[in-house]
């Protein structure tokens, strides 16, 4: 595995935001994620009238990663802001946390915009800890 740029990805994640859909809640999420040969594959949220079939940044990055053969992943920046304006930080929501347990170590980094130029450096244990995986099925 290849030593990731987090600053590159999570630039990444920001300009993956500007294509959110977002006519509800006007929060623009992006992500980017990096597989475990270093492809790197970028997602926005895509809001749904109905709210439940809303897709977040995190999963569409996951959706396009999955279906070009990629299992394995080594990082994932994620950026959001209100009106696409980047301030607090935008962590992943619970579904994109089990996504990530599914796919990801629980040692892998997780990097989350702070503001313009902050960068919060989590792993995915720290997001999910006490998590459900496969191993208790």
């Known amino acids: 595995?290849?030593?990731?740029?987090?600053?590159?990805?999570?630039?990444?994640?920001?300009?993956?935001m500007k294509n959110a859909y977002a006519p509800y809640s006007h929060c623009l999420v992006g992500a980017a994620l990096v597989a475990e040969d270093g492809s790197t594959f970028?997602?926005?949220n895509i809001e749904n009238a109905a709210?439940?079939?809303?897709?977040?940044a995190e999963r569409a990055a996951f959706g396009?990663?999955?279906?070009?053969g990629h299992r394995k992943f080594?990082?994932?920046a994620v950026a959001?802001?209100?009106?696409?304006?980047?301030?607090?930080p935008f962590y992943p929501c619970g579904v994109c946390r089990q996504v990530l347990r599914e796919f990801c170590a629980d040692d892998m980094p997780v990097y989350i915009a702070d503001?313009?130029?902050?960068?919060?450096?989590?792993?995915?244990?720290?997001?999910?800890?006490?998590?459900?995986?496969?191993e208790y099925l």
């Open 80 to 88: 959001g802001g209100k009106d696409g304006v980047l301030g607090e």
């Open 115 to 134: 503001g313009e130029d902050g960068i919060l450096e989590l792993t995915l244990a720290d997001l999910l800890p006490y998590s459900f995986g496969k």
């Open 42 to 44: 970028t997602g926005c």
């Open 64 to 68: 396009t990663a999955v279906s070009a």
């Open 74 to 76: 080594s990082a994932i």
């Open 1 to 16: 595995m290849s030593k990731v740029d987090k600053k590159a990805l999570v630039r990444l994640a920001i300009e993956a």
């Open 51 to 56: 709210f439940t079939p809303t897709i977040c």
